[in-house]
């Protein structure tokens, strides 16, 4: 059905998410160009940097984000046309484009299984599926390392229109483990399409440490905020 394909990319062309231009065959989301100019988020590798002390506050073994999220710019509204638009080919391809890199660089080394950040049940059949879901098959496909749906979420209120303060009162309590032995003596990988203050990562692993005494923590996003 090769043909097919080829003649609906005639008919109805991909554009790049970014700048709209049409993709060339090769190129997928975004053309590369607007990958290269990509606000990409670096390693903080400055102890006394602020995701460092973030990092070091919230316990976390490693974090990397792709890109720095800023409200109301182009490639922000890529992950917001991935969640509301129905998109997760979206989440799929950056997470593919981004594992791809980390694995060049050994990010994956030690690391056991990937657990995507759990939506409440009614969120998830409104929408259709979930974001982080779809990053970490996306991870996965690259890294080869499992995905396991042990992280369980609680029906809370959206995090969209929250202070910081309010987000982490929010997911406070909001995640469980469903079968912490699975987990034991793991060291897991959270993943999320975006981490802004940090409340959903932190409540995420605090409850794998409640349940899973021991246990190791890293986390992987799209896009960051800028951690101050």
């Known amino acids: 059905m090769g043909w097919l394909t080829d003649l609906l990319r005639v008919v109805f062309p991909l554009t790049c998410e970014v700048c709209g231009n049409t993709l060339v ?8 160009d607007c990958y290269a100019r990509m606000p990409r988020e670096l390693p903080d590798t400055d102890i006394h940097g602020a995701k460092s002390r973030k990092l070091a506050a919230m316990k976390i073994e ?10 109301d710019t182009d490639y922000a509204r890529v992950i917001q046309r991935s969640k509301y638009n129905n998109r997760p080919d979206i989440d799929a391809t950056l997470a593919t484009v981004f594992a791809t890199e980390l694995l060049r660089e050994g990010f994956f080394t030690g690391i056991d299984v990937i657990v995507p950040v759990p939506m409440a049940p009614f969120k998830k059949v ?13 991870v996965s496909a690259v890294s080869g ?14 995090q969209t229109r929250k202070s910081a303060l309010e987000r982490f009162k929010n997911a406070e309590g909001t995640y469980s483990v469903a079968y912490p032995d699975e987990l034991a003596g793991k060291h897991v990988l959270i993943v999320d399409d975006v981490i802004t203050t940090g409340a959903t990562v932190t409540a995420c692993a605090a409850a794998l440490r409640r349940s899973v005494p021991g246990v190791k923590v890293s986390v992987l996003t799209l896009a960051s905020t800028r951690m101050e």
């Open 25 to 32: 065959e090769g190129e997928a989301v975004m053309c590369l």
């Open 62 to 71: 490693r974090m990397r984000s792709m890109f720095v999220y800023v409200r």
């Open 126 to 138: 409104r929408r259709g599926f979930n974001q982080a879901e779809e990053i970490a098959k996306g």
């Open 145 to 158: 390392l499992p995905v396991s749906d042990n992280l369980v979420a609680a029906g809370h209120a959206t």
